[in-house]
């Protein structure tokens, strides 16, 4: 439960920097200049709890290639900032859970959510809606930045997982 509350701490510190979304790559991977994209919120949130989802991925991409059909060459400064990359790692290695909103109690803060063709990836808040299902902490375009708010239910949820470690 500590990793939880530290994620999602981790997210809205990080949305707190007001960063613009922008993609952009990154010598040594880290955007450094207040711009961001939905993955970014993330692995900051993993960092805050103590984890560096970079170097997870990295090392995960390298012993386990196969998995990571998508990437044609691995890339370190890039790899942990896509969606589908962060996908088949949370498949491999975080618990899977239902999409539906049919029990809220499914659906906790820091659970890992990912929208559509891999098109989108946010955090779940510990704030929760009438129905009892939770806020999203992410970067959601240009217009509206970094946000926390009542999102999820803007596009179709295709994966949900808990971090398990």
Not at 13 to 25: F, G, L, R, V
Not at 67 to 84: L, M
Not at 106 to 135: E, L, M, T, Y
């Amino acid at each position: 439960m500590e990793d939880y509350a530290d994620m999602v701490q981790g997210a809205r510190d990080y949305i707190a920097t007001d960063p613009h979304y922008e993609s952009k790559y990154y010598a040594g991977g880290y955007p450094d200049d207040g711009l961001g994209v939905c993955t970014d919120v993330i692995w900051q949130a993993f960092r805050a709890a103590g984890y560096e989802l970079k170097d997870l991925l990295d090392a995960d991409i390298t012993e386990h290639r196969e998995a990571y059909p998508h990437i044609e060459t691995q890339d370190s400064n890039i790899d942990f900032r896509r969606v589908n990359t962060l996908n088949a790692f949370f498949a491999r290695y975080a618990e899977s859970l239902p999409v539906s909103f049919d029990e809220p109690a499914d659906w906790q803060a820091g659970d890992i959510v990912i929208f559509g063709n891999c098109d989108h990836i946010a955090i779940c808040s510990d704030k929760r809606d009438k129905d009892g299902i939770p806020w999203i902490i992410h970067h959601g375009n240009p217009i509206d930045d970094a946000v926390e708010r009542q999102d999820i239910y803007k596009n179709e949820v295709t994966h949900h997982y808990r971090w398990v470690q």
